[in-house]
């Protein structure tokens, strides 16, 4: 049984960063792709960024690209969004997903590619 705990979220000032983490367990990883979500109120959850555990390869939604970084400790088994120049169209929570799913058949931009999903953390940005 996969589990997933993100943390880091909070209110925060436009322009300023926060760094959400995911803590993963119940499997080796190494096989792994791990992604972020985003659903602010009244909209559909949209993608933000995947990394594959194995490789450190990364993709990011054009929205957040030359923002945010996603990065990964294997020794920890964690996985980071580093988030900076935040703005208040950021506001949404965020969810951290795992998948081990093959890229050509379930692209991991898609929520239907990841299996696991954590609960979710708030992050607001005031204007």
């Known amino acids: 049984q996969v589990q997933l705990v993100e943390s880091g979220g909070g209110l925060v000032q436009a322009g300023d960063s926060l760094r959400l983490s995911c803590a993963a367990s119940?499997?080796?990883?190494?096989?792994?792709?791990m992604g972020w979500f985003r659903q602010a109120p009244g909209k559909e959850r949209e993608f933000v960024a995947n990394i594959r555990w194995s490789s450190g390869f990364s993709y990011y939604a054009e929205s957040v690209k030359g923002r945010f970084t996603i990065s990964r400790d294997n020794a920890e088994n964690t996985v980071f969004l580093q988030m900076n120049s935040l703005k208040p169209e950021d506001t949404a929570v965020y969810y951290c997903a795992a998948t081990e799913r093959s890229p050509r058949i379930y692209p991991y931009t898609r929520m239907t590619a990841y299996d696991y999903w954590g609960q979710g953390t708030q992050v607001t940005v005031s204007s």
């Open positions: 119940g499997r080796t990883f190494s096989g792994y792709a």
